[in-house]
Nanobody, 119 residues
Framework: QVHLVESGGGLVQAGDSLRLSCTAS????????MGWFRQAPGKEREFVIE????????YNSNSVKGRFSISRDNAKNTVYLQMNSLKPEDTAVYYC????????????WGQGTQVIVSS
C-alpha cells in the first residue's frame, strides 16, 4: 500500500487546460501502475487512464482520448494527469490510484481532487 495525495483541481472554463498531480509515499513507486479515475455527481466512478511502472503503457477511456494524457516522474514519486480542451462533462472528483505489479486491481487510493468545468 502507498499513500496518495492529489492536487491541482479547481474551477476552470470550457476549453481550458488543467494538470493534476498525485504524489505517493514509499520507496517502491516505480513498481506501481498508476491510474486516474473520476466520479461525477450522481454517477459511478469511471476509469480514465493509467500508466505502467515503466511509463510505456497508457490506457484511456474513449471519453477523454485525445484530450487527456498521463505521465509519471519516478524520481519524484509523482504521476500527472494533463487535461486539455476541458468540457463541462469532465466535471468530477478525480482520484489517483495505485496498482502493485501483479495485482489485479487498484489497491491504494487518494482522497480526490475536485475539478469543475464551467460552460
Amino acid at each position: 500500500q502507498v499513500h496518495l495525495v492529489e492536487s491541482g483541481g479547481g474551477l476552470v472554463q470550457a476549453g481550458d487546460s488543467l494538470r493534476l498531480s498525485c504524489t505517493a509515499s514509499g520507496r517502491t513507486f516505480s513498481t506501481y501502475t498508476m491510474g486516474w479515475f473520476r466520479q461525477a455527481p450522481g454517477k459511478e466512478r469511471e476509469f480514465v487512464i493509467e500508466i505502467g511502472y515503466s511509463g510505456s503503457t497508457t490506457y484511456n477511456s474513449n471519453s477523454v482520448k485525445g484530450r487527456f494524457s498521463i505521465s509519471r516522474d519516478n524520481a519524484k514519486n509523482t504521476v500527472y494527469l494533463q487535461m486539455n480542451s476541458l468540457k463541462p462533462e469532465d466535471t468530477a472528483v478525480y482520484y489517483c490510484a495505485a496498482r502493485l505489479y501483479g495485482d489485479a486491481s487498484f489497491g491504494s487510493w487518494g482522497q480526490g481532487t475536485q475539478v469543475i468545468v464551467s460552460s
